[in-house]
C-alpha cells in the first residue's frame, strides 16, 4: 500500500502569514493527489486535486505544488476562517489513503 | 443542489453489525462512484470504501476488507454499508460523499453518523 507522509502535525501561524504543509508519498503516485480542509463538526471540503489544481469555489490563496514524490500545500496569506486540520489524499490506487493531518491554528 | 444523507449510526456491541445508508440527491446518481470515510474520536480520515456508479467496481480499506460490504441501488439513490463484526476501531463518524476526480475523491459530502461500538 502507498503510505503518505505528512508534515508537520501541527503549526501556529499569524493571521496574513504563509503556511507550507508537506506530503510525500513512499512511492511514485504523478500527480494523483488531494488535499482536503477539515473543521470540527464538519465535513471535509475538497481543496485542490491533481496535486496543483483548485477546485472550484475555493480561494486563490491556497495552492498546490508537487516535487517527485513530495507535495505541498501553500496558504497564501493566512486568514482567522484558514483554522482547521488538512488532509492529503493519494489516489493513485486502492486503497487511498490519508496523510496524517497537520492541524493549522491561528 | 446535491445532497447526501447518511443514517442507520447508533451503538453497537462489540461483534454486533449495522446498516449504513447514504440517501443522495441532485446530481445523476448512477453516474458517480460514492465513497465512505470515516474520522475516529481524536484521529484522522480514514478511507473505508467506494463503489464506482455502475456498482461493478468495488474497494476496501484493509482494516474493514471481509467485514464490511458496500453496495449500492441506483433506483433508489442509495447505497449502504454492511458493517459486521465491529470492533471498538470501528467507532467514528462515516461520511459518504460523492466521487468526482477518479472514484475517491469526492467533492460534495453528507454531514456523517456516528457509530459506537462499545463492550
Known amino acids: 500500500d502507498i503510505q503518505m507522509t505528512q508534515s508537520p502535525s501541527s503549526l501556529s501561524a499569524s493571521v496574513g502569514d504563509r503556511v507550507t504543509i508537506t506530503c510525500r508519498a513512499n512511492?511514485?503516485?504523478?500527480?494523483?493527489l488531494a488535499w482536503y480542509q477539515k473543521k470540527p463538526g464538519k465535513a471535509p471540503s475538497l481543496l485542490i486535486y491533481?496535486?496543483?489544481t483548485l477546485h472550484l469555489g475555493v480561494p486563490s490563496r491556497f495552492s498546490g505544488s508537487v516535487s517527485g514524490t513530495d507535495f505541498t500545500l501553500t496558504i497564501n496569506t493566512l486568514q482567522p476562517e484558514d483554522v482547521a486540520t488538512y488532509y492529503c489524499?493519494?489516489?493513485?490506487?486502492?486503497?487511498?489513503?490519508f496523510g496524517q493531518g497537520t492541524k493549522v491554528e491561528v | 443542489e446535491v445532497q447526501l444523507l447518511e443514517s442507520g449510526g447508533g451503538l453497537v456491541q462489540r461483534g454486533g453489525s449495522l446498516r449504513l445508508s447514504c440517501a443522495a440527491s441532485?446530481?445523476?446518481?448512477?453516474?458517480?462512484?460514492i465513497t465512505w470515510v470515516r474520522q475516529p474520536p481524536g484521529q484522522g480520515l480514514q478511507w473505508v470504501s467506494a463503489?464506482?456508479?455502475?456498482?461493478?467496481?468495488?474497494y476496501y480499506a484493509d482494516s474493514v476488507r471481509g467485514r464490511f460490504t458496500i453496495s449500492r441501488d441506483n433506483p433508489t439513490n442509495t447505497v449502504f454499508l454492511q458493517m459486521n463484526s465491529l470492533t471498538d476501531e470501528d467507532t467514528a463518524v462515516y461520511y459518504c460523499?460523492?466521487?468526482?476526480?477518479?472514484?475517491?475523491?469526492?467533492?460534495?459530502w453528507g454531514r456523517g453518523t456516528q457509530v459506537t461500538v462499545s463492550s
Open positions: 489524499q493519494n489516489y493513485d490506487s486502492a486503497p487511498w489513503t
Open positions: 491533481a496535486a496543483s
Open positions: 512511492q511514485d503516485i504523478s500527480h494523483y
Open positions: 463503489i464506482t456508479g455502475n456498482g461493478r467496481g468495488i
Open positions: 460523499a460523492k466521487g468526482f476526480v477518479s472514484v475517491s475523491v469526492p467533492d460534495y
Open positions: 441532485g446530481f445523476t446518481f448512477s453516474s458517480y462512484a
